[in-house]
């Protein structure tokens, strides 16, 4: 099978990938990425050692592009999207260009050429908060903030191509993700790279927001199965990780990085900060889906990789050096790739 990877060169985009490079039936894994702050091509690694791998730089809202990768390949995976919720509160417009607009773009394309399957990747946050209970897959959609609102979007309007056209779309949503390579904006590796540093790190209100931490192996482990044996039309929630309060999740990373209470702040909340999230994922289940990591050896492990990588996060001025540049006009046949 030829796979086309929307965002690989990002956090969970990237372990995703490298783990289908092994895949026995896997003939060719693409990567189609922007290298925007976010992505980079180290995250890929050992991943540019097999032949399997093709890598390009390029805009999911680049239609003529789009058509043509897609044109090529079996399937699709969809990472790609602005993903940071507080980004959204000031550039709104950003994300709805990429998340919705780029969405459609690619799903467009995927029913034109009958791709097999178009796994879309969401999130928890567009069920909204839960004071109590988890929410099922057909639970209502209630985002609050422009991020959840835009991913809330994609999600409906890759599933429409369903409903509309036959198009063989399925979505997950996955809890907090976790592990190596994630940028520094996101909590565990902030803290991290900040107590690393000997700085001082933030928490909002009382630290009381509840969110499920799944290692990013784990997610990977479930989109891959909704890949493989998911049913067009539905969406399949990925959890089973572990839920804690922000302010336990800080425990945690002192306990680990050797710091005291005496190096947190607590700052008044953020906007439409959601209390908790959950989620129900025994539909996954039914497919075989059991989460394997446990949370307390990967934090650890996380940690731990910050603490050997400083080059990964330290220079957050770097600027990502290109792989490859398609040109937006070029035909398939005449567009340059970079190969392992």
Known sequence: MKLLVTGGAGFIGSHFVRGMLSADDIEQVTVLDALTY??????????????????????????????ALVREHAAVVHFAAESH????????????????HGTQILVDAAMRHGIEKFVHVSTDEVYGPLL????????????????????????????????TYGAPVCVTRSSNNYGPNQHPEKIIPLFVTRLLRG???????RGQHIRNWLHVEDNCYGIELVLRLGVPGRVYNIGGGTDLSSKELTRELLRI???????????????????????????????????ARDFHAGLEETADWYRRNPDRWAPLSRSPRPVMLSPHTAPTSQMERQHA
């Open 85 to 100: 919720v507080d980004r959204s509160f000031t550039t709104a417009g950003t994300f709805l260009t990429t998340n919705v």
């Open 38 to 67: 976010a992505g980079h091509v180290a995250n890929l690694g050992s991943g540019f050692l097999s032949p399997k791998l093709q890598f390009v730089r390029g805009d999911i809202c680049d239609c003529e592009l789009v058509d």
């Open 199 to 205: 700085e001082h790190v933030t928490l909002h209100d």
């Open 257 to 291: 990085c050797g710091a005291d209470w005496d190096r947190v702040e607590y700052i008044p909340d953020r906007l439409s900060n959601d209390l908790r999230y959950a989620m129900d994922w025994s539909k996954l289940a039914a497919l075989g889906y059991r989460p």
């Open 132 to 163: 109590e209970g988890a929410a099922t897959e057909d639970y209502p959609l209630r985002p609050t903030v422009p991020y959840a609102a835009a991913k809330a979007s994609s999600d409906l309007i890759a599933l429409s191509y369903w409903q």
